[in-house]
T-cell receptor
Framework: AQSVSQHNHHVILSEAASLELGCNYS??????LFWYVQYPGQHLQLLLK??????LVKGIKGFEAEFIKSKFSFNLRKPSVQWSDTAEYFC?????????FGKGTRLHILP | NAGVMQNPRHLVRRRGQEARLRCSPM?????VYWYRQLPEEGLKFMVY????????ESGMPKERFSAEFPKEGPSILRIQQVVRGDSAAYFC???????????FGPGTRLLVL
C-alpha cells in the first residue's frame, strides 16, 4: 500500500529565510507526485507536480521540488519565503488509482 | 472555465439526520475523489469514482457512508444518521483521467450538533 510521510508538522520561519519541507513516500512502482497548498480558509491549490522527466520541478510562486527516486523523496523548497506563504502544505502520491496525501505541514512566516 | 464546484459550502445537521454533499467536477473530468479533512490529520482518502462506477472505496466507513457519481449530475457523498465525529471538511477533487492531476473544490464543512 502506498503511504506518504511529511516530517515536519509545524514550521516557523522569518521572512526571507529558505524553506525545505520533507516528503517521503512508500510505493514500489512508478509514481506521480504533487505538492498542494491550502491557505487559511481556502481549498487546496496545486503548487507543482512531477510525472516524469527532469526530477527538479518548478511550480508557482517560486516553489520547486526535487524527486530523488533512490530516497523515495520529493522535498519542497523555496529560497526566500514571504509572509504570504503562511499556509498548510500537503505532499501527495499517486501510484495506482487513488491519490494519497501526507498529514500536512503548517508553515508560519513571521513578518 | 468553472473549477470543481461543491455545495453546500457549510452544512449543519443534528445527530441522526442525513447529510448530502454534492460535487460537480470540472468540465471534461470523469474521475472524482472524495477526501475528509480533520484538524492535524491531513486529508484522508475516502472514495474514488468514475461515471456510474465506484473504483476504490477503501477509505469509506463501512456503515452510514455512501457515494455515487451518476451518468448525469454531480457526485453525491451521503452520510446517514450523522454523529458528532462526522464533523469535518469534505473535499472533492476531479481529474480528466486516472493518474492525472486532481483539482480540488472549495469543500463542504459539515458540523454535527
Amino acid at each position: 500500500a502506498q503511504s506518504v510521510s511529511q516530517h515536519n508538522h509545524h514550521v516557523i520561519l522569518s521572512e526571507a529565510a529558505s524553506l525545505e519541507l520533507g516528503c517521503n513516500y512508500s510505493y514500489g512502482g512508478t509514481v506521480n507526485l504533487f505538492w498542494y497548498v491550502q491557505y487559511p480558509g481556502q481549498h487546496l491549490q496545486l503548487l507543482l507536480k512531477y510525472f516524469s522527466g527532469d526530477p527538479l520541478v518548478k511550480g508557482i510562486k517560486g516553489f520547486e521540488a526535487e524527486f530523488i527516486k533512490s530516497k523515495f523523496s520529493f522535498n519542497l523548497r523555496k529560497p526566500s519565503v514571504q509572509w504570504s506563504d503562511t499556509a498548510e502544505y500537503f505532499c501527495a502520491v499517486n501510484g495506482g488509482d487513488k491519490i494519497i496525501f501526507g498529514k500536512g505541514t503548517r508553515l508560519h512566516i513571521l513578518p | 472555465n468553472a473549477g470543481v464546484m461543491q455545495n453546500p459550502r457549510h452544512l449543519v445537521r443534528r445527530r441522526g439526520q442525513e447529510a448530502r454533499l454534492r460535487c460537480s467536477p470540472m468540465k471534461g473530468h470523469s474521475h472524482v475523489y472524495w477526501y475528509r479533512q480533520l484538524p492535524e490529520e491531513g486529508l484522508k482518502f475516502m472514495v474514488y469514482l468514475q461515471k456510474e462506477n465506484i473504483i476504490d472505496e477503501s477509505g469509506m466507513p463501512k456503515e452510514r457512508f455512501s457515494a455515487e457519481f451518476p451518468k448525469e449530475g454531480p457526485s453525491i457523498l451521503r452520510i446517514q444518521q450523522v454523529v458528532r465525529g462526522d464533523s469535518a471538511a469534505y473535499f472533492c477533487a476531479s481529474s480528466r483521467d486516472v493518474g492525472e492531476t486532481p483539482y480540488f473544490g472549495p469543500g463542504t464543512r459539515l458540523l454535527v450538533l
